[in-house]
């Protein structure tokens, strides 16, 4: 049995790991995906203090390599139940089970789809929500970034360097994203924005070759040609194997005290999963230390009793 199962490889669980490790406890990370999470997904990291500039991937590879280092374990699966059973707790894998003393849930959010015809069909053949796993497809070739968040701006800032031309269209007449990304992508030539603008359809044969946009002001609808589509309008919490086990908010966070318990005991959650203010690297990899501090004391105080 291991004292500490940390379900999720991003910042936060890998943090967790070191933490973990570094107070003597036993642990393992269980991640489906590629370790990293969706710091993977960003080309360059440039708030994560005492770093000037990394890749995401970069970053990534760093920590695992320290959690591992430490002696913690990794495994790659899909995690199908969760049950409490109290002092122990069981974590199931399909017919495989792990058992600890506590829970770590660091599975942090997945983009949010769109819902627009086309969509799901041309996924994988045009439309995408990775700019920097797929921006490389895309030389000389015209895109769509769709969002007004950080990630839009990144991602149109990005693509900027491979596309022909980017068209970032935005459902408002100004970014949510932060001041100087926006300032970066309106002094950017190959970056067109079209503001009050939602993508209405996605259309081709068998790649993205057109998408229809239309301003939600004047209700106008334009046909442009298009070899590709970024979706990039916010995150989903990865919350669904929880869903009856922790309390969650009305968006599916999770909801945890500032020593990150959930409502169960020796169940803790870090990271992008839980109802926070802000979700940067930095943040998630707060989280995974406090995680890992808390857990040592719940195994210290509350299970010796
Ligand atoms: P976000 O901040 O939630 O932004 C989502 C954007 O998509 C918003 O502009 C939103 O429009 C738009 N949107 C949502 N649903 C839509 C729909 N159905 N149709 C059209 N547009 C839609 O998400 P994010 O950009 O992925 O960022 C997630 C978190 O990660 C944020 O906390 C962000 O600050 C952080 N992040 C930080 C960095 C960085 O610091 N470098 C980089 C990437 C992400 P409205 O504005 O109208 O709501």
Redesign the pocket.
């Known amino acids: 049995m291991y004292d500490i199962i940390i379900i999720g490889g991003g910042p936060a669980g890998l943090s967790c790991a070191i933490y973990a490790r570094r107070a003597g406890l036993s642990c393992i990370v269980i991640e489906r995906g590629f370790i990293g999470g969706q710091m993977t997904t ?1 080309y360059s ?3 994560y203090p005492g770093i000037k500039q990394i890749s995401g991937f970069d970053l990534a590879e760093a920590m695992r390599e320290s959690a591992e280092s430490l002696g913690c374990e990794f495994t790659e699966a899909d995690v199908t139940e969760i049950r409490d059973l109290g002092e122990v707790k069981e974590v199931y894998m399909g017919e495989d089970k792990l058992s600890s003393k506590v829970i770590v849930l660091a599975m942090g959010a997945y ?2 789809k ?2 627009v015809n086309g969509e799901d069909r041309f996924t994988g053949s045009g439309v995408s929500y990775c700019a920097t796993c797929d921006g490389n497809f895309f030389k000389d070739k015209n895109v769509t970034v ?7 701006l ?1 991602d149109a800032l990005y693509l900027s360097g491979f596309a022909n031309k980017v068209t970032l269209m ?3 007449d100004e ?4 001041r100087h ?1 926006s300032k970066l992508v309106l002094a950017n030539d190959k970056i067109d924005v079209m503001y009050d603008t ?1 993508l209405t359809d996605i259309s081709g044969k068998f790649n993205v070759s057109a998408v229809t946009a239309q301003n939600v002001k004047t209700k106008e609808k334009t046909e442009l040609p298009m070899d590709g589509v970024f979706i ?4 989903v919490p990865e919350t669904g194997v929880v869903k009856g086990l922790v309390t969650l908010d009305e968006a599916g966070y999770i909801l945890t005290d500032e020593t990150l318990k959930t409502n169960i005991p020796g169940i803790f959650a870090a990271g992008d999963i839980r109802k926070k203010e ?3 690297v930095v943040t998630a990899a707060a989280d995974g230390a406090i995680a890992a501090h808390m857990a040592g004391r719940y195994i210290n105080e509350e299970l010796s009793k």
């Open positions: 960003t990291i440039e708030n983009r949010r769109l819902g769709v969002g007004g968040g950080n990630t839009a990144e935005h459902r408002r970014f949510r994203g932060a990304l939602v990039a309008v916010g995150t802000l979700r940067q």
